[in-house]
Every structure is written in structure tokens, then in C-alpha cells.
């Protein structure tokens, strides 16, 4: 668009009272025939009287992308993204947050295979008991030998003597805790908000997941060649789909940062399932829940067939098995034992269970808990290669393979990984 037009529709939006978003303004730029869009935007919301004074790209009624879909083996049977619908709050909204946490945590610790009754934290504090007491709460404190723990009606401190109590008791966590009297409450057992074994569906498939392919990173090429040679029924793109900063270095736009992705995907088979996956270097929110890419991004990867664009984490649904997605933007990558810290998450139900490990949203539900049990549980941008059953779900850390070189390849008939060079 010239400049000249591009100022007067400015213009003219600011002599209605109204401002025009620069996402707006660079897809504008980018295709002047979306000028009439914005100019009807302006007007609908002057007649609507809107309190909002910004033209964003939601204001202008676009119509989304067709996808082509062509026969698959991996059959879609739901998806959803974890930002669905979110609604953000401001940073005192945290505290909502974690109330929201607690009583949806508890509903869940209700329906653990090995029932527990649970008491007050008032019922240990003050007074001397006898025999063994059960409370749940959010840990909000650890200290040297005691943690505090919250039920919702105010905190109760614990001594810990047992280094086993000691290690699962992290701030922001759930958990249940037996406590015995010792001259005051002391921990002697905690219990985690597990969920029941499940019974595994096998299905006829392969299932590549590949983590971090960063295009307009270096080595991107070699990479997206390798991947081009991969057989398989379905291919996940797990996190930093493009290194957006190094395409507007290079003088290019957002959608051009995310067609050198769609070339790819274009060449891999028609019928080849494609989930796309946003993670830290991709032009989405920086918290989680991170939101799918937005619609002038994935324009540029029409023509892609059986493509789904998801957000971070999601759960889809394969040919009957929940699959759990999650790129990680903290959490696993500062655990000393990548393991330990995938296993924690399903233990706890919660995708993100510690504080300050990952940049959250401010918002009034928690929207990492995993309330849907996965038959899968797959994270992306791990330190080393994760490949563990925990209670019938088959959960696995796949690096980047921009350092790893490698991608995991998924057999569902046989459970079983292989991690590819490519």
C-alpha cells in the first residue's frame, strides 16, 4: 500500500475518534485490499457506540483460511488449546488464580483411586491431636524443616522431618499431607492428586514429533530435507515453529517468517496429518497459555492440506487416544532431571506446578491443569530425550533438533519411540 493511502486511512480513523492497532496496519500494508475491512470496522463500531477506541484485526471480520483435508489415518476426533476463551486479568488476579487451582485440584484429589478424608488445616494448628490427620492444601511456603500449606481458610505451618516430604512439598503445588503431633504438626506422609491407570487404545500409526524447527535459523534447511523423508501418519511441529526475529532481520514480514514453514508443509504426503505448535520465538503471547497463530500467519500456509494449528499446551484427540502437547518455556529445562520433572506435572495434574519456573498469564482460572487424562503426554524443548510410562500414560521430552539432530517417531500399534536423525 503507498504511504500516502496508508496516512489517510490513519487519518481518517483518528477524526472518528479511533485508533488503528500496528498488527492492523502491517497486514494493511501487506494486502490494501483488506483498506475497505477497516474502513467498515470504523464504522460498525461508531454506530455500536464501542467503548473499545482500537481497530484490531478481530474487529475486522475475516474470514478464516479453508484448509484442505484429505484422508488420514490419524482421525481428529477434538482438539481444544488451554487459551481457549481466556480472558485476562490484572497481576492481582494471581491469588484467583491459585484459588481457582485449589478447588478445582480438590474436586480432582476427590476422585483418586485411594480415597482420603481430608480435615482443616484449623484442626492440626493450635491444639494437640492424637493419631494421624489428613489436610490438602497449596503449598505456599518452603523453609528450613517446615512448609506452609493453604486449604483455602488460611495457612497452617508444618515441621518436616522426612527429606521424601521435604522434596515433593514445592510452592505452588497441591498436596496431601499426614500430619502426626510432635510437639507441634509434623509432616509424615504426602500423597499427590494421581489419577487413575487407563487402558491404552493402540492404533495402526506412526506419529513424528519434531521440536523447535526455528525456521530462519540456521541448519533450518538440512532440516526440513530430512523431515521431507519421513513415512509416517502424522507430524507434530512442536514450538518455535520460526525465528521471527531473524526474518525481520532479514527484511521480512511475519507471514513471510511463516511461509518458509508452510513450503515445507506443502511438501510433505496430502493425506499426512500436520499440527502446528507456537513456542517462545513465534509471534504469539509470551505466558501461558500461549494462543494458536493468528490468522494472517497461518495465511500463509493455505493450500496445506490436514492441517491444525493449535495453541500452547493442547490436547487433541487421535483416532480415540488424548494426546497432550506442551512446548516448555521454563518448567523441565531448569529441573535437574527432565524425568523426574515430566512425571511431577502428571502427578500433580498440573502441566506447570511450580512457581516462578514459567511466565503465566494473569488470569482467574488456572488453565494448566490437566483435567482430560492423556493417553500421550509430549513435551517439547527438553534437555535430553524422555521416553517413560507413568500410569498408562507414555509420556516423552523431545529436544529441539536444531541441537539434537533428531525427531521422535512414534509407533501407536507397538508403543514404542524411535528417535530419527534427520
Same mark, same amino acid.
Given at each position: 500500500m503507498p504511504p500516502n493511502e496508508l496516512r489517510d486511512l490513519i487519518y481518517m480513523a483518528l477524526k472518528e475518534g479511533f485508533q488503528i492497532h500496528p498488527d492492523v496496519i502491517r497486514l494493511v500494508e501487506e494486502e490494501p485490499e483488506l483498506t475497505s475491512k477497516v474502513i467498515d470496522a470504523?464504522?460498525?463500531?461508531?454506530?455500536? !457506540?464501542?467503548?473499545?477506541?482500537? =481497530?484490531? #484485526?478481530?474487529? &475486522?471480520?475475516?474470514?478464516?483460511?479453508?484448509?484442505?483435508?484429505?484422508?488420514?489415518?490419524l482421525v481428529v476426533?477434538?482438539?481444544?488449546?488451554? !487459551?481457549?476463551?481466556? !480472558?485476562?486479568?490484572?497481576? %492481582?488476579?494471581?491469588?484467583?488464580?491459585?484459588?481457582?487451582?485449589? &478447588?478445582? +485440584?480438590?474436586?480432582?484429589?476427590?476422585?483418586? /483411586? %485411594?480415597?482420603?478424608?481430608?480435615?482443616?488445616?484449623?484442626? #492440626?494448628?493450635?491444639?494437640?491431636?492424637?493419631?494421624?490427620?489428613?489436610?490438602s492444601g497449596?503449598?505456599?511456603?518452603?523453609?528450613?524443616?517446615y512448609i506452609s500449606v493453604d486449604d483455602g481458610k488460611g495457612p497452617a505451618r508444618i515441621s518436616v522431618k522426612d527429606r521424601r516430604v521435604y522434596d515433593e512439598a514445592v510452592p505452588g503445588i497441591m498436596l496431601g499431607i499426614k500430619v502426626i503431633y510432635e510437639d507441634g504438626p509434623v509432616a509424615a506422609e504426602a500423597a499427590d492428586v494421581e489419577f487413575p491407570d487407563i487402558k491404552w487404545r493402540r492404533v495402526r500409526a506412526k506419529l513424528a514429533v519434531v521440536s523447535g524447527i526455528g525456521a530462519w535459523m540456521n541448519g533450518y534447511e538440512r532440516i526440513a530435507e530430512g523431515i521431507k523423508k519421513l513415512r509416517v501418519d502424522g507430524v507434530i511441529f512442536l514450538g518455535n515453529l520460526a525465528y521471527v526475529k531473524g526474518a525481520v532481520m532479514q527484511g521480512k514480514g511475519l507471514v513471510d517468517a511463516y511461509s518458509a514453514l508452510g513450503e515445507l508443509l506443502k511438501e510433505i504426503p496430502r493425506r499426512t496429518l500436520k499440527v502446528i505448535v507456537?513456542?517462545?520465538?513465534?509471534?504469539?503471547?509470551?505466558?501461558?497459555?500461549?494462543?494458536?497463530?493468528?490468522?494472517? *500467519?497461518?495465511?500463509?500456509? %493455505?493450500?496445506?492440506?490436514? &492441517?491444525?494449528?493449535?495453541?500452547? /499446551?493442547?490436547?487433541?484427540? +487421535? !483416532?480415540? #487416544?488424548?494426546? +497432550? &502437547?506442551?512446548?516448555?518455556l521454563g518448567y523441565v529445562k531448569n529441573s535437574a532431571n527432565p524425568e523426574v520433572a515430566i512425571k511431577k506435572a502428571l502427578k500433580s495434574r498440573v502441566i506447570v506446578p511450580y512457581l516462578g519456573v514459567a511466565? +503465566? *498469564?494473569?488470569?482467574?482460572?488456572?488453565?494448566? =491443569? =490437566?483435567?482430560?487424562v492423556p493417553g500421550i503426554f509430549i513435551v517439547g524443548g527438553v534437555q535430553k530425550e524422555v521416553d517413560i510410562m507413568y500410569r498408562g500414560v507414555w509420556a516423552l521430552g523431545v529436544p529441539d533438533v536444531r541441537t539434537s539432530g533428531r525427531v521422535a517417531v512414534l509407533d501407536l500399534s507397538e508403543i514404542k519411540a524411535e528417535w530419527v536423525e534427520v
Open positions: 470504523i464504522s460498525l463500531k461508531k454506530a455500536k !457506540s464501542a467503548g473499545d477506541p482500537v =481497530i484490531r #484485526i478481530s474487529d &475486522l471480520q475475516l474470514k478464516e483460511p479453508e484448509m484442505a483435508f484429505d484422508r488420514t489415518n476426533n477434538d482438539e481444544y488449546s488451554f !487459551s481457549d476463551r481466556i !480472558s485476562l486479568g490484572s497481576f %492481582e488476579d494471581v491469588a484467583t488464580l491459585f484459588n481457582n487451582r485449589l &478447588l478445582r +485440584l480438590r474436586e480432582i484429589f476427590s476422585q483418586r /483411586p %485411594e480415597r482420603i478424608t481430608f480435615v482443616p488445616v484449623s484442626q #492440626i494448628t493450635g491444639k494437640k491431636f492424637t493419631g494421624e490427620r489428613w489436610v497449596i503449598v505456599m511456603e518452603r523453609g528450613e524443616g507456537p513456542g517462545q520465538t513465534d509471534a504469539t503471547n509470551l505466558a501461558l497459555p500461549q494462543k494458536p497463530l493468528g490468522y494472517r *500467519l497461518v495465511k500463509g500456509m %493455505e493450500g496445506v492440506t490436514n &492441517l491444525r494449528s493449535l495453541g500452547n /499446551p493442547s490436547m487433541i484427540n +487421535l !483416532s480415540g #487416544i488424548n494426546v +497432550l &502437547l506442551y512446548y516448555d511466565p +503465566l *498469564l494473569p488470569l482467574s482460572v488456572d488453565r494448566l =491443569i =490437566i483435567e482430560n
